[in-house]
């Protein structure tokens, strides 16, 4: 059975920075893609960065040069480091993965499975 589990999400002020975590478990890791998706209050989940199983890494606009996705198979675990956080990046943030997933990494149907996501606040 897989589990995807976030962890890593809080209250911060604007400017700051967060680093979350998905701990995979019940997949071989180094065969998926990894996405990072957000859902604000009244909002559609949309993309934030995606790291594919072989290292490329994809981000929306909004995030680019303040997010950085990175994954350590060794430990099962993709990341989301966040830096210069703005009060729009406030949402639930979740993880997902694709089975050798290429194209198409920033649309929600590519995804197999997913978390149960973890809370970004940021403050202004």
């Known amino acids: 059975q897989v589990h995807l589990v976030e962890s890593g999400g809080g209250l911060v002020q604007a400017g700051g920075s967060l680093r979350l975590s998905c701990a995979s478990s019940g997949l071989t890791f180094s065969t998926y893609s990894m996405g990072w998706f957000r859902q604000a209050p009244g909002k559609e989940r949309e993309f934030v960065a995606a790291i594919s199983w072989s290292g490329s890494t994809y981000y929306a606009d909004s995030v680019k040069g303040r997010f950085t996705i990175s994954r350590d198979n060794a430990k099962n675990t993709v990341y989301l480091q966040m830096n210069s956080l703005k009060a729009e990046d406030t949402a639930v943030y979740y993880c997902?993965?694709?089975?050798?997933?290429?194209?198409?990494?920033?649309?929600?149907?590519?995804?197999?499975?997913w978390g149960q996501g973890t809370q970004v606040t940021v403050s202004s």
């Open positions: 997902a993965s694709a089975y050798y997933g290429s194209s198409g990494l920033q649309t929600r149907t590519k995804y197999d499975f």
